[in-house]
């Protein structure tokens, strides 16, 4: 599988910055010291949700991120296909068959590839808003 810490990360950053409803910047530190993330680990994640235009940098004093979309446009997916490295989740069986154990002779690659649309699916499905309102 291909979700790392990094995604859970990216969520738990996200949240911080949700839970000012953009009424002002969360600075790194902050997000850092309250997630229990690596400030260095953090700043990289951070760049990476930039990139994905998921949150914008605030410069100056008192400066920091807020959210670049609605929290029910951000979803799990959304935050997975912009810090990991891939977006498949199971990666043995992607179009690049050089990857694959055992080429031309698998039935496993469209198995792979359902369980690969599920998982998209039920990410795509569950927003910013779904886990910061979550209640078990």
Known sequence: MAVTRKTSYALRALCEIAATQNRKPVNRKMISAKQQI?????EHILIQ???????????GPGGGF?????????TVWDVFTAVE??????????????RCDNPGNC????????????????MTSITLKNIITYEA
Do not use: F, T
């Open 38 to 42: 690596s400030s260095s680990y953090l």
């Open 49 to 59: 949700l930039q990139k994905s235009a998921l949150i914008k940098s605030i410069r």
């Open 85 to 98: 490295k891939s977006n498949c989740v199971y990666e043995r069986c992607e179009e690049n068959e050089e």
């Open 66 to 74: 807020i959210l670049n979309k609605e929290l029910g446009e951000i």
């Open 107 to 122: 039935n496993l690659k469209q198995v792979w590839d359902d369980i690969n649309a599920a998982l998209e699916k039920k």
